[in-house]
């Protein structure tokens, strides 16, 4: 079974380029782990670095899984 961060596939030019996207919506739990409010401060929700370096890694795959065709 695959898991598949990244959403769509905007742009690709095999070899060279790969535009990819993740929608995010604040409903999503991993988000608001990072920084709570304390005090006066607000939330702030934060993508946590693993996720983001998850998606690049997966754009990444397609991109080299097109590069021979």
Do not use: C, Y
Not at 55 to 62: D, H, K, L, R, Y
Request: aromatic share 4%; hydrophobic share 50%; glycine share 6%.
């Amino acid at each position: 079974m695959r898991w598949m961060w990244i959403d769509r596939v905007i742009e690709l030019v095999p070899r060279q380029r790969l535009v990819a996207l993740k929608n995010i919506s604040l409903a999503e739990e991993h988000l608001h782990d990072h920084f709570e409010a304390q005090g006066q401060l607000t939330a702030l929700p934060v993508m946590p670095a693993s996720l983001i370096v998850e998606g690049m890694a997966q754009s990444a795959g397609i991109l080299v899984g097109h590069a021979e065709d």
